[in-house]
Every structure is written in C-alpha cells, then in structure tokens.
C-alpha cells in the first residue's frame, strides 16, 4: 500500500517562500510508476488541484493561479516530490496534499478521482 506524507508546510508572510515534500513509501511499484499531484483545499473552499507531475518527470502541469510562481520536481531515487512555492500570497493559505495515481501516460491533470492515495496534507498559512 503506498503511503504519501507531506511536510513542510508553516507560517510565512505575504512574498515569502516554502518548499513542501512528499515522501512515497510502502510502495510495490517503484515510486517512477506514479504521477504526483498536489492539492490544496482552504476552508469553506473545495479541493482544488495545485500541481502535478508525470511518472518520469517530463510533463508538469500547474494551475493558472500558481504558474510562474510554484515549480513541481521530483526525485525518484529519494521516493519525493517537492513543491517549491515563491511569492507566496494570502490566497494560497490551505492544506497542501500530495497525492498519487498511476492512470496517466506521459502527461497529468487534476482530476482528484483518479487518484488513489493521499497523505494527511500539511498547512500551509500566509499572513503577516
């Protein structure tokens, strides 16, 4: 069973910058077999997809209200993916989960049902 933990994730103002991971562990497939995603989901708001990442790091996708801003990456040989996330925004303020499914081909999209493991999410709060 594969299981995804998210860390990272804190208090920061207005412009500033996090960088959240996602460990894969427990998997029988190595961890290339699976696209990453990153959802986030704010209070009274549904989950909304932030990110995401092909099997073998070719193809990413970003959301229009992070691009330029949020950079997916992925280390295949330490089982994690990070979101780096700069100019960070009030707006941005939610739980951050990472998620995997190995229904993608070379590309990805956020279509939640599709995938079939999720961490707990970590939080992710911009204020000053």
């Known amino acids: 069973q594969l299981q995804l933990v998210e860390s990272g994730g804190g208090l920061v103002q207005p412009g500033g910058s996090l960088r959240l991971s996602c460990v894969a562990s427990g998997f029988t497939l190595a961890l290339d077999y699976y696209t990453i995603g990153w959802f986030r989901q704010a209070p009274g708001k549904e989950r909304e997809g932030v990110s995401c990442?092909?099997?073998?790091?070719?193809?990413?996708n970003y959301a229009d209200s992070v691009k330029g801003r949020f950079t997916i990456s992925r280390d295949n040989a330490k089982t994690t993916v990070y979101l780096q996330m700069n100019s960070l925004k009030p707006d941005d303020t939610a739980l951050y989960y990472c998620?995997?499914?190995?229904?993608?081909?070379?590309?990805?999209?956020?279509?939640?049902?599709?995938?079939?493991?999720w961490g707990k999410g970590t939080q992710v709060t911009v204020s000053s």
């Open positions: 990442i092909s099997y073998n790091g070719v193809s990413t």
């Open positions: 998620a995997a499914t190995s229904q993608y081909g070379s590309g990805c999209r956020f279509e939640s049902y599709r995938y079939g493991y």
